[in-house]
């Protein structure tokens, strides 16, 4: 067994604000404009649902319990819980084969509420020996699994140039193995160029942020519970004990806004830290010699508002309902345990009794079980509010959109918050045909009675090996409806978009963006030779 303990340096904040501010704005990290999704916390019903894991003291899974065995707190006033769902309710059907889902479409057709694991390797700011590491420990644990897995699993890298998607979803081990065989070794560039500098310090932080962002975006259409598995160091901890207001209001909203997403989502995180720190090793406690001590020791955690004083990423996983471990970096253990408990659980769903509070958005929750000896994994609490996005210029906020657009484009992975379908023209071979689900669009009713939504299309092409040729094709639309009850007769809205003329392309990769609420589309298309 390999021991290692985080870092958990505190960092002075007071020269970084500019560099995060820069960052934050141009990585569009600000959840700006989401709706929530997925049956969770909204700001209108306030309906809060929780997954919940229940252990014994074995570490063995509770399957028994019914809905009058849970009772749930909010800040200390006990709730009522409105709907309930028994253990593993939303399972994978067992009888799909090793080759049923190959991407996002199958998923949704053949698992539409399964929970899903999302595999995150961070080589941006995990040290390459580290990296090789954890690289060896996910191995060790793909290998240990069934040849079908009991979970759609999908495989992403997080490194300098954003995050990429290795495996599409897939039910296959061996196409996992596969691509982590072929995934080739990249060094953390800017970690080794930057180190703990507050330029170094800034990108790290605001690229966590944006790619588990871009990550929940693009899993969001997807009715069943994500569970980011995150394999690596993550950004380190930022100390905002007597920094400005305004500074520590950049750093905390946006993590804030973060927890937000996820959680509007369904996302709930896990993260496994394969940093090896010898002088911590010297340090720890001869008693600590689990997993659970490991897990306490990872997840920092202030009861009254997480981010109050202190950043960590360690504390975003036991925000969003996951665990956070470290400490005894037995990874494929650790990586197993949270897809495990990813998929084993209860769903309760409470409104909460008391009024929204905006000088304290942060509301703790607790959930207790009428069984001796029991442990309760569930999220810890959520904001009520979602704190306002930095003000950003005219430029800025087209570079926000172009990089979100970007992501959805460049990154591989299927975005689902809009659901769209794209095909050829058949009377046009430089166009192609949208359809986007009109109940995923954000309408707005004018003055004159019509319903009107704006979108963003964007349309590229790619050669055989999967690399971008030339420029995109852009297109703003403004779809109309003479009145909202259009909605019900009319399932899609039905747009077109030009096929950049590239010699060479392949395929397309059409991108559509709801401009009021942020929600991303996406759809790809094989190019006939014709073309």
Not at 149 to 177: C, E, H, M, S, W
Request: charged fraction near 20%.
């Amino acid at each position: 067994m390999r021991l290692g303990l985080p870092c958990f340096q505190h960092r002075r904040f007071a020269p970084i604000a500019a560099s995060i501010l820069f960052v934050l704005s141009s990585m569009a990290v600000s959840a700006q404009n989401e709706d929530p999704s997925g049956g969770v916390l909204t700001v209108t019903s306030r309906l809060v649902t929780l997954d919940v894991t229940v252990l014994d003291k074995s570490g063995n899974f509770v399957t028994d319990l019914n809905k009058s065995d849970f009772t749930v707190y909010e800040n200390g006033e006990l709730q009522s819980i409105r709907n309930y769902d028994a253990f593993n309710t939303h399972q994978l059907p067992p009888t799909l084969a090793a080759s049923s889902i190959n991407g996002a479409a199958d998923l949704e057709r053949l698992a539409p509420d399964s929970p899903v694991t999302i595999l995150v390797l961070d080589e941006f700011n995990t040290d390459f020996s580290d990296n090789a590491y954890a690289r060896l420990q996910l191995k060790k644990y793909l290998l240990a699994q069934p040849a079908v897995f009991k979970q759609p699993t999908i495989f992403v890298a997080a490194t300098d140039a954003g995050f990429q998607q290795i495996q599409n979803y897939t039910l296959d081990r061996q196409r996992l193995l596969d691509a982590l065989a072929h995934l080739p070794g990249v060094l953390p560039g800017t970690l080794m160029r930057t180190a703990n500098s507050p330029e170094g310090m800034a990108i790290r932080f605001a690229q966590t942020l944006d790619s588990l962002q871009q990550i929940a975006k693009a899993s969001t259409g997807h009715k069943g519970r994500k569970n980011i598995i995150w394999v690596g160091r993550g950004f380190s901890s930022i100390d905002l004990q007597n920094e400005p207001a305004h500074q520590v209001d950049l750093v905390q909203h946006a993590a804030e806004r973060t927890v937000n997403l996820l959680r509007e989502a369904h996302v709930t995180v896990y993260t496994v830290d394969p940093t090896l720190s010898t002088k911590l090793i010297a340090e720890l406690d001869d008693t600590a010699t689990n997993v659970d001590a490991a897990v306490f020791a990872a997840e920092t955690h202030n009861p009254s508002d997480p981010f109050n004083g202190t950043v960590s990423f360690n504390t975003i996983a036991p925000l969003t309902g996951g665990r956070a471990f470290s400490m005894f970096n037995d990874l494929d253990q650790e990586i197993a345990t949270s897809v495990t408990e990813g998929s084993s659980y209860y769903s309760l769903a409470y409104t909460p009794t008391a009024a929204i509070d905006p000088d304290h958005p942060y509301r703790r929750i607790d959930v207790k079980v009428d069984r001796p000896g029991v442990r309760v994994i569930t999220r810890r609490g959520y904001y009520s509010l979602t704190p306002p996005p930095p003000a950003l210029s005219p430029n800025q906020e087209l570079k926000s959109e172009g990089y979100d657009i970007g992501s959805a484009l460049g990154s591989g992975i299927a975005y689902t918050g809009l659901a769209i379908s794209a095909a050829m023209s058949p009377s046009n071979p430089a166009s192609c045909i949208v359809q986007v689900a009109t109940r995923d669009i954000k309408w707005d009713t004018q003055p004159d009675g019509t319903t009107s939504a704006h979108l963003t299309l964007v349309a590229v092409a790619f050669d055989a090996h999967d690399k971008p040729l030339g420029n995109p094709s852009k297109k703003d639309v403004v779809a109309k409806l003479k009145d909202s009850g259009m909605l019900d007769q009319l399932p899609f809205a039905t747009l077109t978009v030009d096929i950049p003329e590239q010699k060479n392309a392949k395929s397309v990769r059409i991108a559509v963006r709801d401009v009021a609420s942020g929600k991303l589309g996406t759809a790809e298309l094989d190019i006939p030779p014709a073309h």
